[in-house]
Each structure stands twice: as C-alpha cells, then as structure tokens.
C-alpha cells in the first residue's frame, strides 16, 4: 500500500512540474501587441484619379486628367494579303506605352470611316488596300459626296467584310485584353467614327442588319474577357443581351430627360434646333428603346458608362457650361447615366488654374465615376486583428479588382512585411455601400513599432515606372496610393 501511495504521489509531482514548466513556457512566449488605429477624415475627391474624370485625346492630358482617347484607323491595325489577315502592332503598342509612362490609362476605338477625312485626296474610308480592291471589284464599294469632297464606304453587310472584323477582333483580343494601359474599348469598327451609325450613307446596302452586328459583338465579348467593353447603341444588334457598357457621344444634347423636368433647358436645345427625337435618343435606348427590351438602369454596376460632351457646348465649356441651367443639366445628366469619365472639354483646354472657372472644372470631374474612402479602423491588441471598413460616395464602382496590399513599416522606413487581401473585390464596391478587410499581425513579428499601411496595386506596375496610384478621398495619405491605418508596438 505504501508503494502504491509512492508512486502517486511521484506521479503528481512530475505532472505538476509538466504543467508548470508548459504555463512558464507560455507566459515567456506571449507578446503584447497595441494597435493606435488612425482616425480618418473625409476630403474632396483627389484628381487625377484612375479611370475617372474629364478624358482628352491622345497626348492632350492636362493635370487633372488620367484619360486619354486613341483613335485609330482599320488599317492601321489590321493587314489583307493573299486572302489573310494579320494584326499590326506597332503604332498600338506605341501609343499604349506613352499613355502608361505618363502614368494614364487608354480608352480605345477602331474604325474603319472617317468624314472628317474627305478631301481631295483622302475618302474617308481606311480598309487595307487588298482588302478594299476585293470589295471594289465585288461592287462592294459606294460613295456619297459630302462637305470636302466625295465619301466611301463598304456594303458592312459583305461576307468577305464581315469575316475579315471577326479575324481582326480574335487577334486583337488574343493581344490586348487586360492590357493594363487600357480602361475600356469601344467596339468601334461599324458606321461613321466607329459610332454604330450610317447617316452619311445613301444606301441600305451599307446599314448593317442587326444578325451581323451581333456577330461582331459575340466575337468582342469572347474575345476581351477582363478588358471593359463599351458600344454605341444597345438597341443595335441586340446589344443589350451582352455584358458591355456605353458611350453616348452626344452627351447632354441626346442623353436624358432632363427638359421634360426644365422648361429652360428645353428652351435652350431648341435654340440649337434639336428636335425632339434627338432630345433624348440615348435616354430611351438605356430606357428600353419603347419597350422592345428590358431597361438597362442597372447595367452601370457592373459595366462602364462615359461619352463625349456634345458639340455644341464643347465650343464654349467654361462660360454657360458651369453655371445656370447648363450647369444643373449636366450635373443630371451624370448623375442619371452613372458617367465614370466624359471627353470634350473645349477646343482652348481646361480652364486657368487661378480662375473660379478651374474650379467648378474641378467639381464636375470629381463627380465622375468613384468616391471612395475608408470609413473606420478598428484595432484588437491581444489578437492582433485589424479591420478596415471602406466606402463609395460616388456614383459608380470602380470596374477593377485591384489588388489590395497590406505593409508593415519599422520606424526605420523598411517594410519588413507584405501582403495581398485575396478576398477584396474592389469592382463590388458599389456607391453607398460599404466593404471591410480584415488583416492579422504577422505572429513572427519581432518586437517593436510599426505602422501598417495599405494601398491598391495597380497592374500598370508591370509595364511602366510612373504609374498613377488610386487615391481615397481621406487624410493620412503616404505617397504612391499608401495609407498608413494604424500605429502598432509589439512587446
């Protein structure tokens, strides 16, 4: 019995000295860890911004814009000869690397007819000259006299035309989508300015039925799977059926209800002899084009809507324009369409940057598109959990996932740590919602103090060494699109 009370009682002891020497070991091991998340306060929308804003064309940003419009002609692009096709790529890639080194993103359009280049030697017209011999000496070729001399134009319903843009766009989507110089593509290709529509034309022949333009829309939506997509008219080719956005190149003067809400801006348009089938064209395409299909309201959440400011205000931007019912009418008219970006601010460029007139410049492109900010940071010292909560006062989402970083600072300057949240959706961030993104203290941390900072990568990182950083309307902005969240000492 005394044996038996023995070994107990050894038995106890060594458990005890196990568990206390697990406990010790703990206590040793454990750290503290304090997190001073940082208060932050809303500002006014930082400009530039990605993919927001007043846009310019090709090599005319101004400082405040991150848009640059290329334009480029079908043979430019795309070769005919001995009945195949080839994709050309030297002036694209050019230009692309251009708009990425001043830190910019393309919006891109391809198209075959231009009456602005009617003289008398230009047509108008740009098809590879194999390509355009074979339509002429097919009787596929028709022409129209307009102000500058005579207009060409193909029968877009020809087969041999049809198959050669088919070619042209599974190359050119093989090569280009998700190019991260380019924030979206207008399908172009078809009827004056790559626009949808033939109105110098004077034949049927050359209108293309809606079977055909489908075709080119299904090989543009397979085609760019990651690249945003923008067409003229969705009542065109059933274009409504497809994941794209729109471009309304008449903007104001055929974009919204507005003058049935203002009886001044009715008076106004009228002075500019618009009728009543202009005043509102795009506002009934988006709106169901007369019940023939389903209304396109809420396409702006997934898709990119922007233009081009009419001609008729684009002469004289900053008198009328910003002030008075121009003003109140193209403020509705963003608000309505979901705008991300608008081109056309003037023949003389934006106004002088000392002027009342600069800033109203100001106000109207940050209205654009995206607000977001971050709205809170919350800290929890002994799990090392760090909760950031992100919102959207604009009135759209920003169309790209983005990645969001996360790094970790020595009061040295050095990032010691980094890391991606893979689960953000940045595209999901949709205006008056919130999103959160929840980030640990690494546990192998050394002890000392640091700050986490946190930003979005911009893909442009892979091919340009200037690349402009999307920035949130908050104080305790770093440099480069960082944000520092919170202060942490680890003991």
Same mark, same amino acid.
């Given at each position: ?21 697990? =406990? ?5 091991? @454990? ?21 927001? &804003? ?18 480029? +002609?079908?043979?430019? *692009? ?6 195949q096709g080839a994709l050309l790529t030297e002036e694209l890639d ?5 708009? %990425? ?14 009456p602005g280049y009617v003289d008398s030697e230009r047509t108008g ?12 000496? %097919? ?18 319903? /020809?087969?041999? =035309? ?21 924030? %979206?593509?207008?399908? &172009? ?9 033939? /109105? ?16 080119? *829309?299904k090989a543009y939506v397979s085609s760019f799977s990651s690249t ?34 203002? !009886? ?6 009228? @002075? ?22 389903? !209304? =396109?309201?809420?396409?702006? @959440? ?6 081009? =400011? ?6 004289? !931007?900053? &008198? ?13 008219? *963003? ?38 900010? *971050?709205?809170?940071?919350?800290? +929890? ?12 006062? &604009? ?46 203290? !690494?546990?192998?941390?050394? %002890? ?17 060494? @200037? ?25």
């Amino acid at each position: 019995m005394t044996n038996f009370f023995s070994q107990r009682i050894v038995r106890l002891l060594i458990t005890v000295f196990l568990v206390s020497t697990l =406990l010790l070991t703990s206590a040793c091991s @454990k750290r503290e860890i304090t997190i001073r998340p940082n208060m932050f306060v809303r500002t006014e929308t930082p400009l530039p911004n990605p993919m927001k &804003g007043f846009a310019c064309f090709y090599e005319k940003a101004d400082q405040d814009s991150s848009l640059e419009y290329i334009g480029l +002609k079908f043979n430019e *692009i795309y070769s005919y000869q001995n009945g195949q096709g080839a994709l050309l790529t030297e002036e694209l890639d050019k230009k692309l690397s251009r708009v %990425a080194d001043r830190g910019n993103f393309a919006i891109l359009r391809i198209y075959m007819l231009n009456p602005g280049y009617v003289d008398s030697e230009r047509t108008g017209l740009f098809l590879p000259e194999e390509l355009y011999n074979e339509l002429k000496n %097919a009787g596929d070729i028709y022409y129209n006299q307009v102000r500058g001399g005579r207009l060409e134009y193909p029968d877009f319903n /020809s087969q041999k =035309l049809i198959d050669c843009m088919l070619d042209f766009i599974a190359l050119f989507g093989k090569r280009y989508d998700g190019n991260p110089a380019i924030a %979206a593509i207008q399908m &172009g290709l078809y009827g004056s300015w790559g626009e949808w529509n033939m /109105s110098e034309c004077r034949s049927s022949a050359c209108v293309m039925t809606d079977d055909n333009l489908r075709k080119i *829309i299904k090989a543009y939506v397979s085609s760019f799977s990651s690249t945003k997509l923008m067409g003229r008219n969705p009542s065109l080719g059933h274009a409504n059926e497809y994941p794209i956005g729109y471009h309304d190149d008449n903007f104001m003067f055929n974009t919204s209800d507005f003058h049935t809400k203002s !009886p001044e801006w009715k008076a106004l348009l009228r @002075k500019q002899h618009y009728t009543y089938a202009t005043l509102q064209q795009f506002y009934d395409f988006i709106n169901g084009n007369g019940g023939k299909y389903e !209304p =396109l309201w809420d396409l702006w @959440k997934t898709q990119m809507f922007g233009g081009e =400011l009419s001609m008729q205000m684009s002469m004289e !931007p900053f &008198g009328p324009l910003w002030s008075g019912t121009e003003r109140e009418a193209l403020n509705y008219c *963003i608000q309505q369409f979901h705008m991300s970006w608008l081109m056309g601010v003037g023949v003389g460029g934006i106004p002088q940057t000392n002027t009342a007139e600069y800033q109203e410049y100001r106000k109207v492109a940050g209205s654009f598109g995206y607000d977001l900010f *971050i709205d809170s940071v919350t800290g +929890k010292d002994r799990t090392g959990k760090l909760t950031t909560t992100f919102g959207n006062a &604009g009135i759209a989402p920003f169309y790209y996932d983005w990645p969001l970083e996360y790094r970790i600072v020595d009061t040295a300057g050095t990032a010691v740590f980094r890391t991606r949240d893979e689960d953000f959706r940045l595209s999901g961030l949709l205006p008056g919602e919130n999103a959160t993104s929840v980030f640990f203290i !690494p546990e192998d941390l050394k %002890a000392g103090e640091y700050t986490v900072q946190i930003r979005f990568v911009s893909p442009a990182e892979g091919i340009s060494k @200037k690349v402009m950083p999307l920035r949130l309307s908050n104080d305790h902005e770093l440099r480069d699109g960082f944000y520092e969240l919170a202060r942490v000492v680890i003991q």
